[in-house]
C-alpha cells in the first residue's frame, strides 16, 4: 500500500556509518555542516529500517597544522584543539546529530589503536626506514609529485608552486618511515574493477581508477620535525603522519583491536568531502590490506557547499556560520535545504535568500499548509478527533497511487544515496496530497455533506503521516511535532509503521503551525 522499504545498501542488521573527522583549525563551517547533516540522515532512515545503527563523527586533532596554529595562539597543541573542539561539538548539539561516538584523535583508546595498525603493517612487510625529499602542503596534510604542481600566486603575492587544491607547497627533507604503496597497485585496481560501489559517485570512482593507473609511488608515513602526533611504536623522535592517525579513528570507533570490532566492521559507508577522496579510497584501503583487514563497502565523496557560487574565504568576508545559520532560520529548515536544493555529490550553493525561498515554498507553503489546514478542519469540525474514512472513490484511488509511487521512489533513492530525490518524492507525495486537498472542498463539504467532509480530511490527514514519517530522517523535531498532532503513537513511527493508520476517534491535540512562513525581520 505505502510502498514498502526495499534491502538497501546491507545485508547485515549492524549499519556502520561515519563521517571525515574534521580538522579544527578553526571553526566550523557550512562544509561541515553540510556532511554532518546528510551522514545524520542516513543514518536515522537505517534506524527508521530497523537496523542497529553505529555513526561516528568527530575531530582529527594531530599534525602541523595544528601545531602551527597553537604557536600562533600561543597555548599548547592539547589547550588549543580543547578549545576548538568546543565548537564542532555545539554545532553538532545544535543541528541535532544523533552520533553514537564523537571521537578525538587525541583519545586514549585511538593512539593505541593507531598503534596496533601500524605493527600489524610492520609484520606484513611493508613499512621501512628512508629519507623524504619532496612536496609538501601543510594546509592539506599531503604530499605531492612535481607533475601535479602547478604555479600560482601565494598568500604573499609571489608566484610559487601551489598543490591541485590550490595550497601553498613547501620542499622538505626529513628521516621518514614509508609504506609500500607501490606494492597495492593491481590489487587496489582489481578491487575498484570487482566492487564499482566502493567508490561513489561513479565520477569519483573514475578519477580515482585512473589516478592508481597512473603508478603509485610508496608513502611517507612519519614525521620528525614536530612531535604533535602519535608515536610511532619503538622509533623515537617519530610521529604517524597525521592521515595515518586520521584514518584509523574509524577502527578505533568500533573498538579496534578488540571489543566488539568484528561486530561492526568493515564499516558500511564513509561520508566524506570531494577534496579527501584521494586518502579514502587509496590510502585507506591500501593500509587496510597490509593489515589484513577488511576494506569498507563504500566512500562517497560530497560536493562542496559555495556561498553563492563562490568558496568561503575570509578575505572574501563570505564566511557563515551553520549555527548562525540554524538560528535564523531553524535547524529542521537548515536541514531540509541542504540535502533538497543539493544534489548529493555534486557542489552546491546556498545564500539567505535561498533558504528563505525553500523554506517557504516547501515547508510552510507545502507540508505546513496541507497540516495546518486538514487539522484544524478536523479540530473545529470533528470534535477534536481522528475522523473515520469510507472505501474511497475516484480522487482516493489517484492520491493513493501517487503515494505508492513516490514512497518507492524515497526508498529507491535513498538505498542509492540520491539524498535530494528522496525529497523529490516527497514533494510530490505534498503535491499530489494538496491537490487532493483541494479538488475534494471539504470546506464546502461541511456544509453539504459532513460525512463526506470527515472521509476527505481522515484521508488527507492519511498521507500527512506518510509524508511526517519519511521526512524523519532529515527534520527529526518538525517532522516529531507533526506526529504528535496527528495523533501517531512513538512506537508507530518507524517505516514498518507505514501501513499503521491511526484509529477512528484518536483524540487530537489542539493544532500548531509546525512549518511558519519566513518572513524577513524588520531592520532595526
Request: hydrophobic fraction near 45%.
Amino acid at each position: 500500500m505505502t510502498g514498502k522499504p526495499a534491502k538497501v545498501m546491507t545485508s547485515k542488521q549492524n549499519f556502520y556509518v561515519t563521517t571525515a573527522i574534521s580538522y579544527p583549525n578553526g571553526r566550523p563551517h557550512m562544509g561541515h555542516a553540510y556532511e554532518v547533516i546528510a551522514t545524520d540522515a542516513i543514518a536515522r532512515f537505517h534506524r527508521l529500517r530497523g537496523e542497529n545503527v553505529r555513526f561516528v563523527t568527530g575531530t582529527d586533532e594531530h599534525g602541523l597544522k595544528i601545531a602551527q596554529a597553537a604557536r600562533a595562539a600561543d597555548v599548547t597543541p592539547r589547550a588549543y584543539v580543547d578549545d576548538m573542539v568546543q565548537h564542532f561539538l555545539a554545532m553538532a548539539a545544535k543541528l541535532n546529530i544523533s552520533y553514537d561516538r564523537f571521537i578525538r584523535t587525541t583519545d586514549a583508546d585511538h593512539v593505541a589503536s593507531c598503534q596496533a595498525l601500524w605493527r600489524a603493517m610492520v609484520a606484513n612487510g611493508d613499512i621501512y626506514l628512508d629519507r623524504y625529499e619532496g612536496w609538501y602542503s601543510v594546509r592539506d596534510e599531503a604530499y605531492y609529485d612535481d607533475s601535479e604542481l602547478v604555479e600560482g600566486q601565494g598568500a604573499s603575492g609571489d608566484i610559487v608552486r601551489l598543490s591541485p587544491q590550490g595550497t601553498e607547497v613547501e620542499w622538505t627533507v626529513e628521516e621518514s618511515w614509508f609504506f609500500r604503496l607501490s606494492a597495492y597497485q593491481e590489487r587496489l585496481l582489481a578491487h575498484f574493477d570487482a566492487h564499482p560501489e566502493f567508490i561513489q559517485p561513479s565520477s569519483r570512482f573514475n578519477e580515482m581508477r585512473a589516478f592508481v593507473a597512473g603508478g603509485l609511488r610508496d608513502l611517507s608515513i612519519s614525521r620528525t620535525s614536530f612531535d604533535w602526533g602519535i608515536p610511532v611504536p619503538d622509533s623515537p623522535g617519530h610521529v604517524m603522519y597525521v592521515w595515518v592517525d586520521a584514518l584509523t579513528n574509524y577502527l578505533t570507533a568500533v573498538g579496534y583491536p578488540d571489543g566488539d570490532f568484528s561486530a561492526w566492521w568493515p564499516a558500511d559507508l564513509h561520508v566524506i568531502g570531494k577534496d579527501v577522496v584521494r586518502f579514502h579510497t587509496i590510502y585507506w584501503p591500501a593500509f587496510l590490506m597490509s593489515a589484513q583487514l577488511a576494506l569498507p563497502k563504500t566512500v562517497f565523496g560530497h560536493g562542496f557547499i559555495l556561498n553563492r557560487g563562490e568558496k568561503m574565504s575570509k578575505s572574501l568576508g563570505n564566511v557563515v556560520e551553520p549555527v548562525a545559520l540554524a538560528e535564523a532560520f531553524g535547524v529542521d529548515q537548515l536541514r531540509w535545504f541542504l540535502l533538497r536544493d543539493v544534489a548529493f555529490g555534486d557542489d552546491g550553493n546556498y545564500s539567505h535568500e535561498a533558504i528563505a525561498e525553500r523554506t517557504n515554498a516547501d515547508l510552510a507553503n507545502g507540508i505546513g499548509n496541507l497540516a495546518q489546514r486538514s487539522l484544524s478542519m478536523v479540530a473545529k469540525n470533528c470534535d477534536a478527533k481522528m475522523p473515520a474514512t469510507d472505501a474511497g472513490g475516484e480522487a482516493e484511488a489517484v492520491l493513493e497511487q501517487a503515494l505508492v509511487q513516490h514512497s518507492k521512489g524515497y526508498f529507491s533513492s535513498m538505498a542509492a544515496l540520491q539524498l535530494h530525490r528522496a525529497l523529490e518524492n516527497v514533494m510530490a507525495m505534498v503535491a499530489a496530497a494538496n491537490l487532493y486537498f483541494a479538488d475534494s472542498a471539504p470546506w464546502a463539504l461541511a456544509k453539504t455533506d459532513p460525512v463526506r467532509m470527515a472521509a476527505v480530511l481522515a484521508t488527507t490527514l492519511e498521507a500527512v503521516r506518510r509524508i511526517a514519517i519519511l521526512v524523519q530522517p532529515v527534520m527529526p523535531a518538525s517532522s516529531a511535532a507533526l506526529l504528535d498532532q496527528l495523533g501517531v503513537a512513538v512506537d508507530a513511527r518507524g517505516f514498518d509503521a507505514l501501513d499503521v493508520q491511526v484509529a477512528a476517534g484518536t483524540p487530537l491535540p489542539a493544532p500548531a503551525g509546525v512549518f511558519p512562513r519566513w518572513v524577513e525581520p524588520k531592520a532595526g
